[in-house]
């Protein structure tokens, strides 16, 4: 069956210091993979995504995120978290195509101390 | 492009009283999908269409709800009679048939129940 588990429900990190989200997916096929964000009261916005090629795939706002398939694994990681980051995080996987649909996993809502 | 639009973006209704959301997806999409988010179980996928035709409508809870698109730039999810338990954020999304592309999100329907 497909899934994605995003381990943590929440983390605080101080301004500043750096952040690895995690991800993990069972997906029958090749994945594709995405890390979307939604601060509060906002639809859902696409940070980043892979297909193919690269594993490591950069997005917008100082993202990137590391495509593992030996660990199943699409952590998001920035170097330098800024408060503006305090949001939550949601990790998709679908296969694209003819295979329309995203699976998502339940979020990871990040907290920034000054 | 306006991007998907969602409507209305709040709904406060009474218990047994018919409920009816609405998407426009972005015009060239042949995918378009309703997700709901709760607190509880995260962003739930409930139904979704390629080129206007219900494809999986297995995440939809119960006879109770509904989706139809009867064209390519509008779609409606209705929930008759509405409970308290649906109560949430019911998204649409919207996203082309070519590979290497995300889903677009609106931002989203406030569903409260009372």
């Known amino acids: 069956a497909q899934s994605v588990t995003q381990p943590d429900i929440h983390i605080t990190v101080s301004e500043g210091a750096s952040l690895e989200l995690r991800c993990n997916y069972s997906?029958?096929?090749?994945?594709?993979l995405f890390w979307y964000v939604q601060s509060p009261g906002q639809g859902l916005q696409l940070l980043l995504k892979?297909?193919?090629?690269?594993?490591l795939v950069q997005g917008i706002k100082g993202f990137e995120a590391e495509f593992k398939r030996s660990q199943s694994s699409f952590n998001l990681r920035k170097p330098s978290v800024h408060w503006s980051d305090a949001a939550e995080y949601f990790c998709?996987?679908?296969?694209?195509?003819?295979?329309?649909?995203?699976?998502f996993g339940k979020g990871t809502k990040l907290s920034v101390k000054p | 492009d306006a991007g998907v639009i969602q409507s209305p973006r709040h709904e406060v209704t009474e218990m047994g009283q018919e409920v009816t959301l609405r998407c426009k997806p972005i015009?060239?999409?042949?995918?378009l999908f309703w997700y709901r988010q709760t607190m509880m179980r995260g962003l739930e996928l409930l139904i979704y269409?390629?080129?206007?035709?219900?494809?999986?409508d297995s995440g939809m809870p119960e006879d109770r709800f509904s989706a139809k698109m009867p064209n390519a730039s509008f779609s409606t999810l209705k929930i008759q009679p509405s409970e308290p338990r649906d109560s949430a954020v019911y998204f649409c999304?919207?996203?082309?048939?070519?590979?290497?592309?995300?889903?677009?999100f609106g931002q989203g329907t406030r569903l409260t129940v009372v």
């Open positions: 999304a919207s996203r082309p048939l070519r590979l290497n592309t995300e889903a677009f």
């Open positions: 997906y029958g096929a090749t994945p594709y």
């Open positions: 892979y297909f193919s090629g690269d594993t």
């Open positions: 998709a996987v679908g296969g694209g195509g003819s295979q329309g649909n995203l699976i």
């Open positions: 015009s060239g999409h042949d995918y």
């Open positions: 269409f390629n080129n206007n035709v219900p494809i999986d």
